[in-house]
């Protein structure tokens, strides 16, 4: 058998080699087979990876957005002129001592009494009990329509008496505010220009949003006008703990202080949702920030475009989640719904024949997970609307008929205080329900038992119930005494629940806890 021999090239022979065919003719003479030398001299094809270039995106929207600065009216006898507040440990300018220091300093330096000039140029007001505008915030805002409607944060524009907007050109035009909504954290305000037709963009259909699409954010951080970033959608549906309408896109787009109320757009220039918080133990973007959803933004801005405000639907009862405990105790075969802690007096829930510890499984026939679902599927029915609500009650399913009511400007929480009827004092004797690990005693107003102990090591302790808090219920029982906790555990047992629904009562309003039985 032939064998090929090979030999070590001279370095100035590779040096001649300053192209991959060059190195596969020296290759060639070295002794390398000719097919293994060619394909050396094959270019290798990279792919490079396709990725999106947002300039498009940019140029197109960039006009719509804008830079919303806010001004309030602040009164000189707080602060003055300069900000500084004159106010010498309970004492006035004018109570000091002649000799003192700081009226010897004011006397040769200008006083706090109008006589020290203004720095920048401020005009001061002659009359220190009138209030004037000062600049208290700034954040961002889109236009949505032609003729000059913007939207923003309510939280940029919270307590403002006058508004600016800066466009990326650099015009400033005043606004004013049509409405705004605390509970959406929404505003709308309107700039009037009849020469000029706006840039505006529209909302996307969040619905076919998907974790890990790409977006764009534009706004006004830290003042610096229109700065744009992007990002994917991280997480939907995040509950920040901002209210029972939370429903938030979460982003990792970098948004800072000022970009609050600006817009966070998809690929097709649409907006997405509306940048309104973001997580940050340092104040500024660590990739966690949380828009409100398009859909949402769309239904409550139309109402403000109305009327300048918005009307919810209203339930009007006290709910809290399901747990699997609650579930379990209550026979649901999964831990889902909202339990009705207690329906307020004279709500559309009451009249609905809702009733305390029913769970509230569907609206319309369409699920219901939790409270915040609920809250937000009664929220955005239209007031006076009939809804069939179905609820979980004694073991199976029933449906009532709501009228939804119109939510009131202040949400009156169902009250939870204790009766104040004026009854004879029952007997204080003590009763141990040792497998529940807590010592009860009848209530003063004869309305459930109140705890005496809680035993730390116990089920009870581990779920939180205290000394003082009430048990009014018990799988939807009252409770007048520790032998009606007794039966309605033993009710429960024959049914064969491993676990009872207890309601708590204490200070901060009412609960719902399940505790096991004992099946001993």
Do not use: C
């Not at 300039?55 to 960039?62: E, L, T």
């Not at 001004?71 to 010498?88: I, K, L, T, Y």
């Not at 309104?276 to 239904?299: E, Q």
């Not at 329900?433 to 109140?450: K, M, Q």
């Amino acid at each position: 058998m032939n064998k090929t021999s090979f030999y070590r090239p001279s370095l100035a022979t590779v040096l001649k080699a300053s192209t991959m065919a060059g190195l596969a003719a020296v290759m060639v003479t070295t002794g390398v087979p000719a097919n293994i030398a060619r394909s050396f001299a094959a270019p290798v094809a990279v792919q490079a990876p396709a990725v999106p270039s947002f300039a498009n995106v940019v140029d197109a929207v960039s006009p719509a957005v804008v830079s919303v600065r806010v001004q309030s009216q602040v009164s000189p006898a707080a602060a003055d002129g300069n900000g500084f507040n004159f106010d010498f440990g309970g004492q006035g300018f004018d109570d000091l001592p002649d000799d003192h220091p700081l009226k010897r300093f004011f006397r040769e330096f200008g006083g706090p009494n109008g006589e020290r000039p203004s720095p920048r140029g401020e005009q001061r007001h002659g009359d220190r009990g009138s209030k004037h505008l000062r600049p208290t915030a700034q954040g961002s805002g889109f236009f949505i329509s032609e003729d000059g409607y913007i939207v923003t944060n309510n939280h940029v524009v919270n307590d403002g008496a006058a508004f600016t907007v800066v466009m990326t050109d650099g015009t400033e035009l005043d606004a004013k505010l049509v409405g705004k909504d605390s509970r959406t954290d929404l505003a709308l305000l309107k700039v009037t220009d009849p020469k000029r037709k706006f840039t505006y963009v529209s909302f996307a259909d969040d619905s076919k949003v998907r974790v890990g699409d790409w977006v764009v954010a534009v706004g006004n951080p830290f003042g610096l006008g229109g700065t744009v970033t992007a990002g994917i959608v991280s997480a939907r549906g995040r509950d920040i703990g901002s209210g029972p309408y939370d429903d938030f896109i979460q982003v990792d787009a970098a948004v800072n202080r000022g970009n609050s109320g600006g817009p966070t757009f998809n690929l097709q220039g649409e907006v997405v949702g509306i940048n309104t918080a973001i997580f940050s133990p340092s104040g500024g973007s660590v990739g966690i920030a949380f828009a409100i959803p398009a859909s949402t933004a769309k239904s409550v801005i139309a109402d403000l475009m109305k009327d300048g405000s918005v009307q919810r639907g209203w339930l009007g009862v006290q709910i809290q989640p399901v747990t699997k405990d609650i579930a379990e105790s209550l026979g649901l075969s999964e831990a889902s719904g909202a339990l009705v802690i207690e329906p307020q007096a004279g709500s559309p829930g009451e009249k609905a024949g809702i009733r305390k510890g029913d769970v509230v499984t569907a609206v319309n026939g369409e699920p219901v997970k939790g409270p915040r679902e609920l809250a937000r599927k009664i929220g955005g029915m239209q007031p006076g609307t009939t809804a069939d609500v179905t609820l979980w009650r004694d073991g199976k399913s029933v449906d009532v008929k709501l009228n939804v009511g119109t939510l009131p400007a202040e949400n009156k929480e169902a009250s939870a205080t204790p009766s104040d009827r004026n009854e004879e004092r029952k007997p204080t004797s003590e009763k141990a329900l040792a497998d529940l690990g807590i010592t009860v005693t009848p209530s003063d107003d004869g309305a459930g038992v109140t705890i005496s102990s809680v035993d730390p090591d116990s089920d009870a302790g581990d779920k939180g119930l205290k000394e003082g808090e009430k048990i009014v219920s018990v799988n939807n029982r009252e409770i007048k005494s520790a032998d009606d906790v007794l039966k309605a555990l033993e009710a429960a047992r024959k049914d064969g629940r491993t676990k009872a629904l207890f309601q708590i009562q204490a200070e901060g309003g009412s609960r719902f806890i399940a505790l096991p039985i004992n099946q001993g």
